[in-house]
């Protein structure tokens, strides 16, 4: 089985300070990770994935993250955010066994502030 | 291009009536999955369906939930006998291929049992 879990479920920040959204996952077998984002009343979009390859992933709107597997972390960084990341997001890991089934942790809302 | 599309946006039924939910994949995509968003459990998978195999119902909540795939296309979720419990935002996902992948999410459909 594998769990995902983010360990903040608020962040507030101001804008242009920099932000850093902590997923840590547990799994047995080797895992594929996600990073989504919900707007208000929207569906999830894709911020970037771990698949293969580099570590450091980078992905949409300035956002990147650093696959970890000896910490089995992914955390999420943007060097300077804007009011229009206020969101929530979604770190999200799936295996070969688990056939893309994503398991999803339970979001971190941010909140930019001016 | 198209996304993925899902109907109705919201639905507000009375606990013990049936609903069905349609979701219309990108097309082309083989994969289509089925999330259900709730405050109390948050993102969590329903059923999953790959091209013209037997559909993965690991995560239907009871027997009152069902799913079908109709011409490896559009799909419907139904819920047979609501209870309030089901109220919940149902998401619809779709992927390119068989494997891991990204997932395009639609919008959702908000449904309310009262």
């Known amino acids: 089985a594998q769990s995902v879990t983010q360990l903040d479920s608020q962040v507030p920040v101001f804008e242009e300070a920099p932000v850093e959204l902590r997923c840590n996952y547990s799994?047995?077998?080797?895992?594929?990770l996600f990073w989504y984002v919900q707007y208000p009343n929207q569906g999830l979009q894709l911020l970037l994935k771990y698949l293969s390859g580099s570590t450091l992933v980078k992905g949409i709107n300035g956002f990147e993250a650093e696959f970890n597997k000896s910490q089995t972390s992914f955390h999420l960084r943007k060097p300077s955010v804007h009011i229009s990341d206020t969101a929530e997001y979604f770190c999200a890991v799936t295996s070969k066994a688990a056939g893309n089934k994503l398991t999803f942790g339970g979001g971190t809302r941010v909140l930019v502030k001016p | 291009g198209a996304g993925v599309s899902q109907s109705p946006s919201n639905k507000v039924t009375e606990k013990g009536k049936d609903v069905e939910l349609r979701c219309d994949p990108i097309?082309?995509?083989?994969?289509l999955y089925w999330y259900r968003q709730s405050l109390g459990q948050g993102l969590e998978f329903l059923i999953y369906?790959?091209?013209?195999?037997?559909?993965?119902k690991s995560g239907l909540p009871s027997d009152r939930f069902s799913a079908e795939r109709t011409g490896g296309s559009v799909s419907t979720l139904t819920i047979q006998r609501t209870q309030q419990e089901d109220s919940a935002v149902y998401l619809c996902?779709?992927?390119?291929?068989?494997?891991?992948?990204?997932?395009?999410f639609g919008p959702g459909t908000r449904l309310t049992v009262l």
């Open positions: 097309s082309g995509h083989t994969a």
């Open positions: 369906f790959q091209g013209n195999s037997a559909p993965d």
């Open positions: 996902a779709s992927s390119p291929r068989q494997g891991i992948d990204e997932q395009f």
């Open positions: 799994s047995s077998v080797s895992v594929y």
